[in-house]
């Protein structure tokens, strides 16, 4: 079974700077699927960006991109520019074939300060 | 298109007594999941649903939680009866098809237990 840990609880960042939320996962699967999804106050879990472990290319998002490193087993988030509408809880995820499970991370709140 | 809908949005009880929730996923999406997400924590799987069949259920507590989808398109989730530890909130999310697909979330009900 695979695992994710976002060891950060929570950041903060002002406003139209960049901000990276970290992650690092643990599989014994070959191919898998990472993702980042936002939970605004409001509680709807939208996605942000996701990328395919067989891809070396790190995927972006127009203002989000990941650092994907595989051999390292980390998967992080870089926000650039960032907006008060950031403002959400972040989480990392991972879904493998074995089981076709969506294990999420525990999340990481980030405040954007105007 | 239509997202993910989910009802009723929050719904207060009292301990012993039955709950349902209900789930109305994307048009055309097969599969359908229900997560338990506790305060601060990410969501946990319930149980996935491919068409109208329930293809994993491990992590479901099958003594007072009961789930259906009829006709592989809705589905409700019942607990008979809550307990205090279940005050927490429940997603449903739907994918097209197979397990690479992006899993997409309603925006949860939110059930506190007295």
């Known amino acids: 079974a695979q695992t994710v840990t976002q060891s950060q609880p929570e950041m903060s960042v002002q406003e139209a700077e960049t901000v990276t939320l970290s992650c690092t996962y643990d599989t014994s699967e070959s191919n898998y699927y990472l993702f980042w999804y936002k939970q605004p106050p409001s509680r709807q879990m939208i996605l942000v960006i996701r990328?395919?472990?067989?891809?070396?290319q790190n995927a972006t998002e127009n203002r989000f991109s990941v650092n994907f490193q595989k051999a390292a087993k980390s998967f992080s988030l870089k926000i650039s520019d960032s907006q008060l509408g950031d403002t959400a809880m972040y989480f990392c995820?991972?879904?493998?074939?074995?089981?076709?499970?969506?294990?999420f991370g525990k999340g990481i709140t980030l405040s954007v300060r105007p | 298109e239509a997202g993910v809908v989910q009802s009723p949005r929050y719904k207060i009880i009292e301990k012993k007594q039955p709950v349902a929730f209900w789930c109305n996923p994307i048009?055309?999406?097969?599969?359908l999941y229900w997560y338990l997400q506790n305060l601060g924590q990410g969501p946990e799987l319930l149980i996935r649903?491919?068409?109208?069949?329930?293809?994993?259920d491990s992590q479901l507590p099958k003594d007072r939680f009961s789930a259906e989808r009829l006709k592989g398109v809705d589905s409700t989730l019942k607990i008979q009866p809550a307990e205090l530890g279940d005050s927490a909130v429940y997603l449903c999310?739907?994918?097209?098809?197979?397990?690479?697909?992006?899993?997409?979330f309603g925006p949860g009900t939110r059930l506190t237990v007295l």
């Open positions: 999310a739907s994918s097209p098809g197979g397990w690479t697909d992006t899993q997409y």
């Open positions: 995820a991972c879904n493998t074939g074995a089981n076709s499970k969506l294990t």
């Open positions: 649903y491919e068409n109208e069949e329930a293809v994993d």
């Open positions: 990328q395919e472990a067989y891809k070396q």
């Open positions: 048009s055309g999406h097969n599969t």
